[in-house]
C-alpha cells in the first residue's frame, strides 16, 4: 500500500512512502504565478533603486495616505522586523516621513513625502505599461476574472488549519 511504512533493515531507513497527489498544488501554482508577473515588474523596480517589498510599502501610502506601522504591515504584507528596517531606509532616501501619533506617542505614524511621490510617478508608467502586456498576453478580462477569484480565496481568511491535503 502506498503509504505504509518502508521497513529497509539492511539500509537502516525506515519511513513512510511516498504520496502520490491527485490534486496540483495549489499553493506552488500561486507561488509560481506570483513568480512570473513579478518577472516583469522587478527590472522596472531596479532601474528605479527599489525592491518589491519597498515598492509595496510606497505604493500602500499612495493609496491610503498615512497610516501607522502596523497597517503598513498588512497592507504590503510585510513583517514587522523586515518593515522597521524598510522605514529607516526609505526615510533615509526621503521617501517617507515618520511621526508620533499625537493621540497615542505608542504609534508611529507614516506618510509618503514629496519624493515618494515622485517615486511613484515615475514608476508608474513602466508599471502600466507591465500590466497593459500582461493584459495583451493573458487577457484584460481574465486578469479581471483571476483577481476577482483570488479576491474569493482571500475572503475565506484561510487560517493556516491542516486541511488534510498538502500543500
Known amino acids: 500500500m502506498m503509504n505504509e511504512p518502508i521497513d529497509n533493515r539492511e539500509s537502516g531507513i525506515s519511513s513512510v512512502g511516498p504520496v502520490i497527489r491527485e490534486r496540483r498544488s ?3 501554482g500561486l507561488l509560481r504565478a506570483r513568480e512570473a508577473v513579478m518577472s ?3 527590472p522596472v523596480l531596479a532601474a528605479h533603486d527599489l525592491t518589491e517589498q519597498q515598492w509595496r510599502v510606497i ?3 499612495a493609496e491610503a495616505g498615512t497610516l501607522d506601522a502596523t497597517e503598513v504591515a498588512e497592507k504590503a504584507f510585510i513583517l514587522a522586523p523586515s518593515l522597521t528596517r524598510m522605514i529607516r531606509s526609505l526615510e533615509e532616501r ?3 516621513t515618520r511621526h508620533k501619533d499625537k493621540a497615542d506617542g505608542r504609534r508611529v505614524l507614516l ?3 514629496p519624493p515618494g511621490r515622485a517615486i511613484i510617478d515615475q514608476v508608474m508608467p513602466d508599471s502600466r505599461r507591465v500590466y497593459a502586456e500582461i493584459d495583451a498576453r493573458f ?5 479581471e476574472e483571476l ?3 483570488l479576491d474569493d480565496l482571500t475572503a475565506l481568511k484561510l487560517d493556516g488549519k491542516p486541511s ?3 500543500a
Open 94 to 96: 526621503g521617501f517617507i
Open 40 to 42: 516583469h515588474f522587478r
Open 164 to 166: 488534510g491535503e498538502d
Open 26 to 28: 495549489l499553493a506552488i
Open 147 to 149: 483577481l476577482n477569484m
Open 139 to 143: 487577457g484584460a478580462s481574465r486578469v
Open 59 to 61: 505604493r500602500a501610502l
Open 111 to 113: 506618510k509618503l513625502a
